[in-house]
């Protein structure tokens, strides 16, 4: 227990952690940023594959066309979050994107309802009419598209593997494999042009570049191992490490603005995350105690 809690609590340590360091790459495009973890990103993973010898999935997995077409929507949904993450850091939306994660796990309610069936329980249903509040106060009345965007691509993200019959190892490796190409021929036209980062910016710069294989892939790893030894109920209190460590680094650290109707919204939900966390604990503790 104690051991699943170090790993999933570091994974969202360092993924609250994130903001500063995209901020210290704000003199890269975003999309060059983007373009740089796919890359990394997938020749970190095949080191880690190679010293596991983990490969036996690769051709039974080639062969299944549907599961193929999945992660190809899986793989095009990160990466639309995972610019929109970088873009928003880099023009001073830490706060904004910091609201998208905090709303995921409604997201994720609201996705199951319409797509999966499921039913909402009357608690959840509140907790999803406090987070709709919060959403229209926000911005006075304007939908904070940030938030929703990174909220709506990580939910279905989350969706689409959680059906999956890859592992956390092996479904990243798929999903960067299949981005690699168009990344690496990007990156190779950038080079052409004399405009790639990793050879016209200073040394620091490129060494942080050089990082965003392992920065991507290890949090994701402890993810995977902590999120083995610890009951769901705990992992779901976890998950509120991230956003709230990246609201912290927004308004404290960068000084983004937080006037009357952002700190309106957040309350409303905050208020919806706490009716949703409660309930959740309520039910698992009323099934474990009830032996469902």
């Given at each position: 227990m104690r051991k699943g809690i170090l790993f999933a609590g570091s994974s969202y340590i360092v993924w609250g952690l994130f903001p500063l360091y995209f901020k210290a790459l704000h003199t890269v495009p975003a999309l060059e940023i983007l373009l740089n973890r796919m890359v990394w990103s997938l020749i970190f993973l095949a080191v880690v594959l190679a010293w596991r010898q983990q490969w036996s999935w690769i051709a039974p997995t080639l062969k299944q066309p549907r599961l193929l077409a999945s992660f190809a929507g899986s793989a095009?949904?990160?990466?639309?979050?995972?610019?929109?993450?970088?873009w928003a850091i880099n023009h001073g939306h830490v706060i904004d994107a910091s609201l998208g994660y905090f709303i995921t796990p409604l997201v994720n309610i609201l996705l199951g309802y319409m797509l999966l069936g499921e039913r909402l329980r009357k608690m959840q249903w509140?907790?999803?009419?406090?987070?709709?509040?919060?959403?229209?106060?926000?911005?006075?009345?304007?939908?904070?598209?940030?938030?929703?965007?990174?909220?709506?691509?990580?939910?279905?993200?989350?969706?689409?593997?959680?059906?999956?019959?890859?592992?956390?190892?092996?479904?990243?490796?798929?999903?960067?494999?299949?981005?690699?190409?168009?990344?690496?021929?990007?990156l190779l036209w950038l080079t052409a042009e004399g405009q790639n980062a990793l050879l016209t910016q200073t040394s620091d710069i490129q060494l942080l570049l050089l990082a965003s294989g392992p920065v991507t892939a290890i949090?994701?790893?402890?993810?995977?191992?902590?999120?083995?030894?610890?009951?769901?109920?705990?992992?779901?209190?976890?998950?509120?490490?991230?956003?709230?460590?990246?609201f912290l680094t927004g308004v404290l650290l960068f000084g983004e603005p937080f006037d009357q109707h952002r700190l309106a919204g957040f309350i409303a939900i905050w208020a919806a995350l706490l009716v949703y966390s409660a309930e959740g604990l309520w039910i698992g503790f009323y099934k474990e105690n009830r032996g469902v």
């Open positions: 095009l949904l990160l990466s639309a979050n995972w610019f929109v993450y970088i509140l907790a999803v009419s406090l987070a709709a509040a919060g959403w229209l106060t926000w911005q006075a009345g304007h939908l904070p598209w940030i938030a929703l965007i990174l909220a709506l691509t990580f939910g279905t993200y989350g969706l689409i593997r959680k059906t999956s019959q890859l592992g956390a190892l092996e479904g990243l490796s798929l999903e960067t494999g299949m981005l690699f190409p168009f990344a690496l021929g990007y949090p994701l790893l402890l993810f995977a191992a902590g999120a083995r030894m610890i009951p769901m109920s705990t992992l779901g209190l976890l998950q509120y490490i991230a956003p709230s460590l990246q």
